[in-house]
RNA sequence: CACCCCCUAGCUCAGCUGGUUAGAGCAUCUCACUUUUAAUGAGAGGGUCCUGGGUUCGAGCCCCAGGGGGGUGACCA
């Protein structure tokens, strides 16, 4: 593996802390009893504290050095002098071990006591040093000014994404936004919990995704010897729940979709999924008014927000628009009563492709995207959708040709969508046939007939209100970020590919001595071929200026020697 | 999948019209320094210019192909 200096001066560093008998990597806990943060909100000076962090930056000024130690909660000064650090004869500890042998990275624990500096600084007097893990990679060197202003920051977002620890280490902001996706999902939870709702896990693995139109990720199961599909949702699984006697489910569903993958999309993604008996998408908005409401509060302590320099109100109750005024209202197309035929002269006349196999609903769909979504930047619902696109949904009580549905829209962004639950079995299975003529007219994420599903609600569901929240982009809207990527510890990149380090046996085994066959290979002749299709004056000299250029210590290569090596 | 942009030291970036040995700040190493905080002062080292071809007397720069990433569009939540 080829290191750079600094990770080869790192390595030596730890050669020798093993000489001077310190285990770079003890087994033993440490026993912490402050953190950073708390330390210094609540900073009295002489109190006796044991911390352990990393060591983000060194001033080193002869017998004295200040550092920043970070630890899960933020970060504070310690100071260390040599003389209070080594009281003895034997200042090795602070001359060797911290000045020379450790670096920005390290993990520390240090026992010492709190105390304000000549300059006001909140600090600890280190009295006990311990090497808790020795780093050998050099951090990138963030610095902020006195002004805030942050110096080569680490920003290129495919570094920042493949390696996401060290994203977290030197940039502090992206570990509020993850400590804030926690607090989100942890005030919904409690929220259902404390009405008595249940929790449940449902399957993963689907042998027919249902419960959304998309396309799934297919896999195989070798003892079954069957397809089965990553979940696009569980809304079917937790329906049948509500047949089976809970008055409220919900379960935080991670939902696989092979599809396209930009600033609002990742092929994986957490969608809350609620389902409640005996209630209806009325209900159902004031709940998510107040859901949305307490999750702000959980982030910012109150219901504002701020997204991409707009402020965003969080505050209930959110606005109310039926699909059908959107429309009127953005593009002067009534859609009440309109056939396919008048759906798609409309599309044209509004500058919209569509497509042959697209029904109704898609069309009306596709007016509304195009047309309606982006002016919806303050949360607001929008409702009665179409009864074409709505396969699982109740039709509205007034008029058969809607349904009672709703979407949440925040800054021009489905956020939820809910419904009051079709639950006659009869017209389900209607809807699902519907489906099927869609798929049958090339509609590739028409839904499937789920069989057991119908049969479910064959025994009687009770009339039931859903909803699933876009989780990933709940916590966008909530923490500033305009990209999914953002939200996510880990999202989707295609693999990197790792440089695999050259062969040196191979080279070996052609007769080049162990200490030159790292040059060998540094020098481009990296595999046994091409040292053989090398000409051996040609290889003699390359390698001998790049013995002088490197410095190496060996000595120089005689022709006879290359000879043998390439079998000339 | 289409179009546009990017890839140079550990990090952030310069690099002119193709022309000497590819530069800067921070980081690293050496020395000095007992209250600094983007510590300071002096000195030094560090490069597969994403990869592979091509054009050229000469390529970080131009051309072709490939890889990775970002943005916009399409699709979707």
Redesign the pocket.
């Known amino acids: 593996m080829?290191r750079?200096?600094?990770e080869r001066?790192r390595l030596e560093?730890l050669a020798q802390l093993r000489q001077l008998g310190i285990d770079p990597y003890p087994a033993p806990a440490y026993p912490v009893d402050a953190h950073a943060a708390p330390l210094a909100a609540a900073f009295e000076e002489g109190k006796e504290v044991c911390m352990a962090g990393r060591i983000l930056?060194?001033?080193?000024?002869?017998?004295?050095s200040?550092a920043e130690l970070q630890d899960s909660t933020g970060r504070i000064?310690i100071?260390l002098?040599?003389?209070e650090l080594c009281p003895g004869e034997d200042k090795t500890l602070y001359n060797t071990v911290f000045k020379?042998l450790l670096?920005?990275g390290d993990i520390v624990g240090i026992k010492g006591t709190t105390?304000t500096?000549?300059?006001?600084?909140s600090?600890v007097?280190v009295t006990e040093l311990t090497v808790l893990s020795k780093s050998i990679r050099?951090l990138?060197?963030?610095?902020?000014?006195?002004e805030g202003k942050v110096?080569?920051?680490?920003?290129?977002?495919?570094?920042r994404?493949r390696m996401r620890y060290v994203d977290l280490v030197v940039n502090p902001a992206v570990k509020r936004t993850f400590e804030a996706r926690s607090k989100v999902i942890q005030a919904m939870r409690e929220s259902f919990t404390e009405r008595g709702w249940l929790e449940v896990d449902t399957p993963v693995l689907q042998p027919i995704p249902g419960g959304?139109?998309?396309r799934p990720f297919i896999t195989h199961h070798n003892a079954l010897d069957i397809p089965l599909y990553l979940r696009i949702a569980n809304e079917l699984y937790l329906k049948r729940l509500i047949v089976g006697g809970f008055d409220g489910v919900f379960e935080f569903s991670r939902n696989f979709?092979n599809?396209?993958m930009?600033?609002?999309?990742?092929?994986e993604?957490t969608i809350l999924e609620l389902y409640v008996a005996y209630q209806d998408y009325h209900w159902m908005m004031e709940t998510v008014e107040e859901l949305l409401a307490r999750a702000c509060r959980a982030v910012h302590g109150n219901t504002k927000a701020t997204l991409a320099g707009r402020d965003i109100d969080f505050t209930p109750p959110y606005k109310r628009v039926t699909m059908r005024d959107a429309i009127l209202e953005h593009t002067g197309v009534d859609i009440d009563g309109m056939d396919e035929f008048g759906l798609r002269e409309a599309c044209a006349r509004l500058d919209i492709?569509v497509e042959d196999a697209m029904g109704k609903g898609?069309l009306i769909d596709?007016i509304f995207g195009e047309c309606c979504e982006h002016h919806y930047v303050q949360p607001t619902f929008i409702t009665d959708y179409p009864v074409e696109m709505s396969p699982l949904t109740k039709a509205h009580r007034d008029n058969p040709e809607y349904t009672e549905r709703f979407e949440l829209f925040i800054n021009g962004?489905?956020v939820a969508?809910a419904y009051s639950e079709l639950n006659d079995p009869i017209d389900q299975r209607a809807r699902f046939e519907d489906q099927v003529r869609l798929a049958e007219r090339g509609d590739d994420?028409a839904m499937f007939i789920d069989q057991d599903f119908l049969r479910a609600l064959e025994y009687g569901m009770p009339p039931t209100s859903g909803v699933g929240i876009?989780v990933?982009?709940l916590v966008m809207m909530l923490t500033d970020q305009t990209?999914?990527?953002e939200v996510l510890l880990f999202p989707q990149?295609?693999p990197e590919?790792f440089?695999s380090g050259p062969d040196l046996g191979a080279l070996e085994a052609l007769g080049i001595p162990a200490e030159w066959a790292p040059h060998v290979a540094a020098a481009g002749f990296d595999t046994p071929e091409s040292v053989r299709e090398a000409k051996p004056a040609a290889l003699r000299e390359k390698l001998n200026g790049f013995r002088k250029k490197n410095k190496l210590d060996l000595p120089a290569l005689q022709i006879e020697e290359v000879e043998t090596w390439t079998g000339a």
Not at 117 to 121: A, F, I, N, R, S
Not at 140 to 146: I, N, Y
Not at 151 to 159: G, I, K, R, S, V
Not at 262 to 267: I, L, S
């Open positions: 080829i750079s200096e600094q001066v560093s930056s060194r001033r080193i000024m002869g017998k004295a200040f000064q100071y002098n040599r003389d020379k670096d920005r105390f500096t000549q300059t006001g600084e600090s007097l050099p990138p060197s963030v610095k902020t000014d006195e110096h080569d920051a680490f920003t290129d977002p495919e570094l994404y959304a139109a998309a979709r599809e396209g930009d600033r609002t999309h990742n092929p993604f492709e898609k596709e962004t489905e969508n994420e876009g990933d982009r990209s999914i990527q990149m295609r590919v440089r």
